[in-house]
């Protein structure tokens, strides 16, 4: 029987994870039961939101436990079904663990289709990073030609990705990012200009490279940088609020709304929103995300990390802004 | 030729506004130009946003020039018309002066009729406060029956409005001011439950009175008061700024919108408005209004301070939270 190596929240952060946050332990490799899959992991995707599942505080979902498995994004093969959906060797996706393998209930995953391009995309801009892009944008920042739309976190897997299609939408879109080479990579893929927050000054350059104000914000950091933006919005302007990485290691309550005033000045709507919440419009999501791609308007970085024992590495490179595009680990064998 | 007391701004206000910041001078009174009305001021209205206007800084609107006439929305009487609309003796409402007389284009008054009730509510519950809360509410913060709406200063002009038209679209309203008194004149009037926030734990007081979470929050304060109530946000949630109070005589910039990611559990939504925005609509919203009072839905307040050298007092009176209801400064006869 096949080893299984996994990673447990070994205890919870305070501040900045670490390696001792992390056990990796070795068991056999499960079985799959009824209307189960076994499901032998080939990629997997560290998120932002994973350190929000390590805090023993209330949220839109339950913490992790300590000792339990770290839960991911995952692509891989089926090794055994016992659902009527999916045979060996199909390439599906779902939300697994931090391991080699992993069962799930059939119901859960998703077939992906290898020939419609690397199935890393799956876990990127074909799957949550580019869904959340997708109707964060649409549904809820909703731009329109014309606009000055400001990305924050723009080099990522999410923010890569609304910069594009607010630029496919007709609408003049300036990135913040804290790389030099992200700042290239956003302006080589349609943005209009960026601004790297580790060297430059964010408040006078947002002032350069939107004189007309700022009608759209996909808010994916919070902190100083939201600080920044908000004195720009314009009269009815809308605030997509997607993340807020600047705060998930923090160890004090964060300071309060006591901003609103420039809200009431711009009549601006402010608006929170969750992917989950569109789950029945995902293939919706992913018609429009794969046919910009095949017509070239919709580029996608990825910055794979390799090995299952790297993981903890990976998630913390989110938190330094080392990845550009979508942060992956490609699993070894075992 | 008639005497005409009027009060100036004579300095900026750094921090709590005091009588040093205003100057009352006293000239012949003006006289109406082409199409213009020279109005008897019969009260003036004294409201928050005044003290922004007093404040060197971007704003919505222009800020006042120091040693310029305080303005005021107000209500009187024509005693000079060159415009078709008006003539000597109607009583008319709109945005004047501080001041025993005023001159106005005839175009930017509205008549009141006396005969509809007491010719001051055209300064309150079917004035511009009036109407605040009637479009801030049906228009902004949607509540539906069954919803569980917050309104902060809540005895208020705006706020006592909000509450009653919530609870006629058969909510739970649960109120927050500064004042026993306030708490029981809202608790008479529809509003299920009031906190003082003067002698309660907010925090503790709204779990309590808001056991299923908060559906619409009416935000008029800002500050300590509003950091309470976002926790308690529901899925789906609306929240109107209408006004930032604690933050107006603050010396400091405030803090920044660090607390976002509460939006982002809740999905919900938060806008600022104005308004003057629904000028063209002004109509439909005293309609419904003064069609609540005469059904008795919609009960008001008012709190008159005598003469216009107390004007000052009257209008420090509004961060002190000493009104229940609309403050109004009733103008004796110079």
Redesign the interface.
């Known amino acids: 029987m096949a080893k299984n190596r996994q990673w447990l929240l070994s205890s919870r952060p305070t501040g900045e994870p670490t390696a001792e946050n992390f056990e990796l332990v070795e068991t056999d490799a499960p079985t799959a039961g009824t209307r189960e899959v076994l499901v032998r992991t080939e990629y997997l995707s560290v998120d932002p939101y994973m350190r929000g599942r390590m805090r023993d505080a209330e ?2 979902a339950e913490p992790w436990a300590v000792g339990d498995p770290m839960k991911a994004g995952v692509v891989g093969s089926v090794v055994e079904s016992e659902h009527p959906d999916f045979e060996a060797g199909d390439t599906v996706t779902g939300n697994l663990l931090w391991a080699d393998y992993a069962v799930a209930d059939g119901d859960d995953l998703r077939p992906v289709d290898p020939d419609r391009g690397p199935i890393s995309t799956a876990l990127g801009v074909l799957g949550m990073p580019g869904v959340t892009a997708y109707f964060g944008t649409t549904d809820v920042a909703e731009p329109t030609a014309g606009d000055t739309v400001v990305v924050s976190a723009a080099g990522g897997a999410v923010g890569s990705v609304v910069g594009q299609i607010a630029a496919l939408s007709g609408c003049r879109v300036v990135g913040i990012a804290g790389a030099d080479e992200k700042i290239e990579w956003i302006e080589s893929i349609g943005f209009d200009a960026g601004i790297n927050y580790e060297t430059a000054d964010v408040r006078e350059r947002l002032r350069e490279t939107c004189p007309d104000g700022v009608d759209v914000y996909f ?1 994916n950091v ?3 940088i ?2 920044a933006v ?1 004195p720009l919005l314009n009269v009815r302007s809308r605030v997509a ?4 990485i600047s ?1 998930y290691n923090a160890t004090e309550t ?21 992917v989950r ?1 569109y789950e029945s419009r995902w293939d919706e999501a992913l018609d429009r995300l794969s046919g910009w791609i095949e017509s070239g308007d919709l580029e996608y970085e990825e910055n794979v990390v390799e090995g299952l024992k790297n993981a903890p590495e990976a998630f913390f490179g989110l938190f330094e802004g080392t990845n550009i595009g979508k942060q992956l680990v490609r699993v070894d064998r075992a």
């Not at 609020?241 to 807020?244: E, I, M």
């Open positions: 949220s839109y808010d919070g902190g100083p939201t600080d908000w609020v997607c993340g807020q705060t964060p300071t309060g709304p006591r901003k609103l005033m420039q809200l009431i000045q711009s009549r601006a709507r402010v608006e929170g929103f969750l919440d």
